[in-house]
C-alpha cells in the first residue's frame, strides 16, 4: 500500500542550527504534501501545503522563511526548520496525497525534533 | 474555512464496553470525513471514512455515521479492546485541505 517514508525520526540540535526534514511517498505520487506540527496531546496543526513544482500555501501564523518547504518531484518534499529555537520543539509529521479527489491522508512517521 | 469540533476529548470504558466519538463540521460543502488512530509517538492510521454520499459504514467492530442534515458524524467502537486505547482524530474535507478535530484520547481499562 501507499506510504511515506519520513525521516529522521528524531533530531537533536542546538539553538541557531538548521534542521531538514525529508518526506517520501512510496508506491504512490503524492502531488500534494501536508506538514503538520504537532505539541503534546494536541491535535495535528496544518502548517503548509505543497504541490508539486509550485511555491508553498503556508497558513496564517507560519513563518515561510523559517519552515522552508521543498517539493521538487512527486516523491520526495522536505522541509527546513533554519535558525531553530528551543520553542521549534516539536513533532512534525508530512503527510502525501494524490490527486484523486478525496483520497486518503498518507501519514509519515513523524520526526520528533528537540531543539537544546 | 472548515471548523471541526470533537468530543469528548478524554473518553474512559472498559474492556467489552462500546465507545462513541462525535464530531461536527460547519461546511456544508464537505464530503469526506476519515477517521485516524493514533497511539503514542507514532504517526495517525486511517481507520475508516464515509463519504457523503452515504450515512453508514461499517468495518468489524468500527463503524462511522453521517448526518449532513445536521453536519455530525461519529465513531462508533464495539467491543472495545485494551488496544484500542489510542487518541482518535475525525477530519473533515472536501476538495479541499482537511480539517482536523482536536482529538479523544480513548482509554480502554482491561
Known amino acids: 500500500g501507499a506510504v511515506v517514508s519520513q525521516h529522521p525520526s528524531w533530531v537533536i540540535c542546538k539553538s541557531g542550527t538548521s534542521v531538514k526534514i525529508e518526506c517520501r511517498s512510496l508506491d504512490f505520487q503524492a502531488t500534494t504534501m501536508f506538514w503538520y506540527r504537532q505539541f503534546p496531546k494536541q491535535s495535528l496543526m496544518l502548517m503548509a501545503t505543497?504541490?508539486?513544482?509550485?511555491?508553498?500555501?503556508?497558513e496564517q501564523g507560519v513563518e515561510k522563511d523559517k519552515f522552508l518547504i521543498n517539493h521538487a518531484s512527486l516523491t520526495l518534499s522536505t522541509l527546513t526548520v533554519t535558525s531553530a529555537h528551543p520553542e521549534d520543539s516539536s513533532f512534525y509529521i508530512c503527510s502525501g496525497q494524490d490527486d484523486q479527489l478525496n483520497s486518503p491522508l498518507h501519514f509519515g512517521n513523524g520526526t520528533r525534533l528537540t531543539v537544546t | 474555512g472548515e471548523n471541526v469540533e470533537q468530543h469528548p476529548s478524554t473518553l474512559s470504558v472498559q474492556e467489552g464496553d462500546s465507545a462513541v466519538i462525535k464530531c461536527t463540521y460547519s461546511?456544508?460543502?464537505?464530503?469526506?470525513f476519515p477517521w485516524y488512530k493514533q497511539e503514542l509517538g507514532k504517526r495517525p492510521q486511517l481507520i475508516i471514512d464515509i463519504r457523503s454520499n452515504v450515512g453508514e459504514k461499517k468495518d468489524q467492530r468500527i463503524a462511522v455515521t453521517l448526518n449532513k442534515t445536521a453536519k455530525h458524524f461519529s465513531l462508533h467502537i464495539t467491543e472495545t479492546q485494551p488496544e484500542d486505547s489510542a487518541v482518535y482524530f475525525c477530519?473533515?474535507?472536501?476538495?479541499?485541505?482537511?480539517?482536523f478535530g482536536r482529538g479523544t484520547s480513548l482509554i480502554v481499562h482491561p
Open positions: 477530519a473533515a474535507g472536501g476538495s479541499y485541505i482537511p480539517t
Open positions: 505543497s504541490n508539486e513544482g509550485s511555491k508553498a500555501t503556508y
Open positions: 461546511d456544508s460543502a464537505s464530503n469526506y
